[in-house]
Every structure is written in C-alpha cells, then in structure tokens.
Antibody, heavy 118, light 109 residues
C-alpha cells in the first residue's frame, strides 16, 4: 500500500524558514518523480515544485523560485521542502504527491498546514 | 504556461442527476495529457481520470472523461451523495511544469 505522510507544518512569522518532510512507503521511491502541491485557504491547487527520481533535476513554480528548495533522500524514502523567506501568501496546506507517469499524481499525502503570520 | 479555465465555478445538482464539468485550455494540450481529480475538505485529492479519458484504478464507471485539444469534459452519469466535492483538471503536457484549473464545486441542490 502506497503511503505518503507529510510533517513539519507550523505557524511561522513572515521572513522565517520551515522545512517540510514527506515519508514515503509502498512503492519504489527512487523510481518516482515527486512533487509538492499546495492549497491556500479558499483557493485551488497550485503546483509548487518537482524533483526527478535521482534527485538530480529540480523544478519550481515562479512563485517560490529562489526561496524554496526541494530535495530527496532515496536511502530514507524521504522527500523534503526547505522554505525560506516565507511570505503571508505562502500560507497553505502542502501536499506531497507521487507522479504516476509523465506528470499526473496517483497518490497524495494528507497534507501539512503552513501558516505564515505575525 | 497553459492556463486551464473550469466552468461552471459551482454546479448545483441533485443525487441521480448527470453532471457535466468543463475544462478549457489556453492552448492545445498535446496528446490529451489532462487529468481530473476529486477533492473533499480535509482529504487528499483523488485521481479520477488521466490521459483525458482513462479512469484511474478503482474509480466507478459513472465517471468518464472526454475531449482533446483545448476542450475537455468530466461527466458523472448519475450523482451519488459521495460525489459532491470540488473537481480539478490538470494538464501535464508541459510536465514537469504542470498547471491546475481553478476548480468546480459540485454541491447538492
């Protein structure tokens, strides 16, 4: 059974940093592109970042480029998102998701809430 | 960037009725690389359809996807109480850079 379990969400002040993690199990983690997708309060889904199976290639939405860093540890089946210079509009539920093939996600975690507020 | 516009924003229907949700792309979505998800409050999004018309594992056959180019449709043939949720389309023709539509809220009339 595929499982994705996010952690690390918290209340943080603007300008602060936070690191999210996603523990994966039930599939060949190193063979899967992984993504972070977020949902701000009252808004729709927004793609944030993606990383190749090896971790060699990373991709970011313009809204987070230069502030967020995606990484993975294939020895621990863990996906991470380092978020720096956080802004109020980064407030959202952050989901990690596993790509099935070519860019759609067949499994999602339950999400972790990041609140950026003073 | 391919912008996806979903309509209507909200759809009010009764159980047993047929639902038709639309997703229009700002440019052609090559190879029909379009997916649909169901999202309920407090839950993870659930993949329903990929490749414009292929149902994901375990998805009931009352859900069907169709379309090509710039116009795509998700149809729910006979609504059940569990189907009331928000539905998103997503294009992956430009993967790894993907985009979602803004969502259609399907509510009980």
């Amino acid at each position: 059974e595929v499982k994705l379990l996010e952690s690390g969400g918290n209340l943080i002040q603007p300008g602060g940093s936070l690191r999210l993690s996603c523990a994966a199990s039930g599939f060949t983690f190193s063979g899967s592109v992984m993504r972070w997708v977020r949902q701000a309060p009252g808004k729709g889904l927004e793609w944030v970042s993606a990383i190749s199976g090896s971790g060699a290639d990373t991709y970011y939405a313009d809204s987070v480029k230069g502030r967020f860093t995606i990484s993975r540890d294939n020895s621990k089946n863990t996906l991470s998102l380092q978020m720096n210079s956080l802004r109020v509009d980064d407030t959202a539920i952050y989901y990690c998701a596993k790509d099935a093939w070519r860019g759609f996600a067949d499994f999602w975690g339950q999400g972790t809430l990041v609140t950026v507020s003073s | 960037e391919i912008v996806l516009t979903q309509s209507p924003a909200t759809l009010s229907l009764s159980p047993g009725e047929r639902a038709t949700l639309s997703c229009r792309a700002s440019q052609s979505v090559s190879s029909g690389y379009l997916a649909w998800y169901q999202h309920k409050p407090g839950r993870s999004p659930r993949l329903l359809v990929y490749g414009a018309s292929s149902r994901a594992t375990g998805v009931p056959d009352r859900f069907s996807g169709s379309g090509s180019g710039t116009d795509f449709t998700l149809t729910i043939s006979r609504l059940e109480p569990d189907d009331f949720a928000v539905y998103y389309c997503q294009q992956y023709a430009t993967s790894p850079f993907i985009t979602f539509g803004q969502g259609t809220r399907l509510e009980i009339k």
